[in-house]
């Protein structure tokens, strides 16, 4: 089982980024997470296996969405508007269970490495 995110990079602020993670097999559930320096990893939205459902932090309501294309294997997180606050490392992670949509991280099974993404002010 692989997860592999990327697009992070150096953005100033009020910009806008793509992320993508790239799976090697499609999952349920999928979430994205952040930790930024000196912080916990954090939820910042997931998506459903199917797209139906999604649930975002509210510091990112209404300026990230996250997407999928199962065809592709694929869950993408669109960041506009970003703020120096949003910097982070990004991850992604992958449920194995079919019956939840978990925010939580210690409900994920499998993980990807991160991808560093940098607002400037």
């Known amino acids: 089982v692989q997860l592999q995110a990327s697009g992070g990079g150096l953005v100033q602020a009020g910009g806008s980024l793509r992320l993508s993670c790239a799976t090697s097999?499609?999952?349920?559930?999928m979430g994205w997470f952040r930790q930024a320096p000196g912080k916990e990893r954090g939820f910042v939205a997931v998506?459903?296996?199917?797209?139906?459902?999604?649930y975002y932090a509210d510091s990112v309501k209404s300026r990230f969405t996250i997407s999928r294309d199962n065809a592709k294997n694929t869950v993408y997180l669109q960041m506009s508007s970003l703020e120096p606050e949003d910097t982070a490392v990004y991850f992604c992670?992958?449920?194995?269970?079919?019956?939840?949509?978990?925010?939580?991280?210690?409900?994920?099974?499998?993980w990807g490495r991160g991808t560093l993404v940098t607002v400037s002010s």
């Open positions: 998506i459903s296996r199917t797209g139906q459902k999604t």
């Open positions: 992670a992958a449920d194995a269970n079919p019956f939840r949509v978990p925010i939580s991280d210690h409900e994920y099974t499998y």
């Open positions: 097999g499609l999952f349920f559930s």
